[in-house]
């Protein structure tokens, strides 16, 4: 492989996924796209190149270029950003969603699935509370490879220990031999679809809580302010956004601003802002308030 | 400083858990197997305890029963480790009082994130 090769290989991942690979990673290209080469039929790597320069080679780029996701995820990635969707995230969106009880979730990079499974544990665990409530958790990422053992719900004994609390491994896994498969009623509480973040999202509607996690720090600058600004557009104005403990919207975006003290949290700017404790200062729902007068 | 009970009859085990704990800011007192972990445990009860389920003498099991019935025994956080998987194993540990449960062989990422999760760290 030339530098030219490398060079032609992160242009276009670069282009495909907003991927950039800095020179020190390259060693990536060759642990990753090896295997694949192989897979193809190519003889070498330097074939696997000639092939993707061909023209109307569009599906072998895409095929390249999910190979090079770096999917690690593990349940309860990081906690913090979990306790906050229960404690603090979700009491606000079911407020403001009240009078339609619909709460729409959306998980932009879910990987293996870990992210969404662990929101839906949450919620199954808050069952009483959530009674009469139509909740979607939408699951997103580019590659397909991922989304596939997403659906299957398959986790090592080395993947459900890091993270996943035991009474929750007791409650909502079976053991399927070696592996832990997690149970139906979860599974089919996410919806997993593929979607690349560079390409436009509208379609998929407005949520309420939008967890963008370990995605946006692969990006290069310009990408990231643009994948956070459509990310707003679909963000209800009350809504909330979740981003990984390295990422911050800080310097990129306008359109978010943090939510108070809590790190990785983050609201519209110009959206509803975070009531005070106070019972007594907190405005009344619309209905409620012509009520009162 | 809070004091963490380390028991496992292999010494290399333990030799390893220390130095992970002591990281973590735990005193750590170490014990070979069930018996002479309950007279540690007599003597000064632990707020955390690191167990091992497969041990000569006095086994993780008849330990944790016994632990849970001194005075005082419901104190100690337990994480018990084992290379046993299966769902019936891990039953039985927690319904004898285990708090958590680690997978063998562990390293420091999982003991963090496990005492965390009981609220050790
Ligand atoms: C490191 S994982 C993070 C998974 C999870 N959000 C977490 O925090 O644990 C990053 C994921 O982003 C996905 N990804 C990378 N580029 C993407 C793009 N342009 N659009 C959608 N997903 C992308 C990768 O396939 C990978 O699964």
């Known amino acids: 492989m030339t530098p030219a090769d490398y060079d032609f290989i992160r242009k276009v991942l670069k282009e495909r996924s907003g991927y950039v690979l800095l020179p020190d990673k390259q060693y990536l290209i060759d642990s990753r796209l090896n295997p694949l080469a192989r897979e193809l039929g190519c003889a070498s790597l330097m074939e696997l190149v000639q092939k993707m320069r061909a023209p109307g080679a569009t599906a072998l780029l895409d095929r390249v270029t999910e190979t090079m996701t770096i999917n690690e995820s593990f349940f309860f990635r990081d906690k913090i950003p979990f306790d906050r969707f229960k404690d603090t995230i979700l009491p606000a969106v079911m407020e403001a969603r009240a009078n339609t009880r619909r709460l729409r979730i959306w998980c932009s990079a879910c990987s293996t699935g870990q992210e969404p499974y662990s929101l839906a544990m949450i919620l199954r665990s808050m069952k009483e509370k959530l009674a009469g409530w139509n909740i979607e958790i939408l699951a997103t990422d580019i590659s397909r490879d991922v989304l596939e053992r997403a659906k299957a719900g398959i986790y090592t004994q080395f993947e459900v220990q890091r993270g996943l609390p035991i009474q929750m491994l007791m409650q909502f896994f079976e053991q399927v031999g070696e592996q832990w498969r997690i149970s139906e009623e979860i599974r089919r509480m996410v919806q997993f679809r593929h979607l690349n973040l560079i390409d436009r999202f509208s379609l998929l509607g407005t949520f309420d809580v939008v967890f963008c996690r370990n995605v946006l720090i692969y990006f290069d600058h310009a990408t990231k302010t643009d994948v956070l600004e459509r ?63 | ?55 000569p003498v006095m086994d993780g099991y008849e330990f944790l029963r016994a632990l849970r019935a001194m005075p005082h025994g419901d104190k100690p956080k337990v994480v018990f480790c084992t290379t046993e998987n299966d769902l019936a194993h891990i039953a039985r540990a927690m319904h004898a009082g285990a708090d958590e449960y680690i997978m063998k062989p562990f390293d420091k990422e999982i003991v963090e994130a496990k005492f965390q999760e009981v609220g050790l760290i």
Not at chain 1, 233 to 254: D, R
Not at chain 1, 260 to 287: E, F, I, N, Q
Not at chain 2, 17 to 37: K, N, P, Y
Request: net charge neutral.
């Open chain 2, 1 to 55: 400083m809070k004091r963490c009970l380390v028991i496992d009859d292999s010494s290399v085990i333990r030799k390893v858990a220390r130095r992970i704990l002591e990281g973590f800011g735990f005193t750590i007192v170490e014990a070979a197997d069930g018996r002479q972990a309950l007279d540690a445990c007599v003597k000064e009860m632990p707020d955390a305890i690191l167990l091992d389920w497969n041990m």
């Open chain 1, 231 to 293: 990310i707003a557009q679909q963000l209800a104005p009350e809504g909330y956004l979740v981003l990984g403990a390295a990422e911050t919207v800080v310097g990129l975006s306008e359109s978010f601003k943090p939510h108070m003290d809590k790190r990785g949290v983050y609201v519209r700017t110009g959206g509803v802002s975070p009531k005070p404790a106070l019972a007594a200062v907190s405005p009344l729902p619309a209905a409620a308030a012509k009520a009162v007068v």
